[in-house]
């Protein structure tokens, strides 16, 4: 006689059930590890291409922080050689304005305007002038110190021109797409 005969037939059908139950939960526990190791492939491979992702738009964001610094470089190197010029342009006028006035004060130089013809009462303009080796216009000779004067107000337009020259180049060095 064998071991299984002696247990009787609602034992055998309880421990074949109990058998199939643990054999099928096994079998249902094994299924759940296969779809998670399916899952987590997926969800790694998923992870895996969202970083390239995020990889490639640091690396593209990079580039173009560089390229913008690049420019901004660029552009403050330009407007650094259009400052030097403004600047070398305003002491040369400074010097020149300086020579004139010290050349003016040592009575060196002479300022002098031309003097409009005076018409004669008949409308003859006059022919000769007397007493003078220059030839060509009349003109009078203005006294040293009403020279200073026009040459500092000529000093103060010199470094408005110079000032508004800078001015317009730093407008368009800054305005111009390069």
């Not at 296969?34 to 492939?41: A, L, P, T």
């Not at 992702?53 to 470089?73: F, G, M, S, V, Y």
């Not at 050349?103 to 130089?109: G, H, V, Y």
């Not at 009078?140 to 004067?149: I, K, M, T, W």
Request: net charge neutral; with cysteine; charged share 20%.
């Amino acid at each position: 006689m064998r071991l299984v005969d002696l247990i009787p037939a609602p034992y055998r059908l309880l421990a074949s059930g109990v058998l199939l139950v643990a054999l099928a939960g096994g079998s249902a526990a094994l299924a759940w590890q296969v779809q998670d190791w399916r899952y987590g492939q997926q969800l790694e491979q998923q992870a895996r291409r969202h970083a390239e992702i995020l990889n490639q738009q640091t690396l593209a964001a990079a580039t173009q922080q560089q390229a913008e610094q690049d420019k901004r470089l660029a552009l403050e190197q330009r407007l650094s050689v259009i400052e030097q010029t403004h600047y070398r342009a305003l002491s040369d006028a400074q010097r020149d304005q300086g020579r004139l006035r010290d050349r003016l004060a040592t009575a060196d130089l002479r300022l002098s305007v031309l003097l409009a013809p005076v018409a004669s009462e008949n409308g003859a303009m006059p022919t000769a002038t007397t007493g003078g080796l220059v030839h060509g216009p009349t003109r009078a000779q203005l006294d040293p110190a009403h020279a200073q004067r026009i040459i500092g107000i000529t000093d103060v337009g010199d470094q408005g021109l110079i000032a508004l020259a800078a001015c317009q180049a730093y407008v368009k060095e800054i305005s111009t797409p390069k």
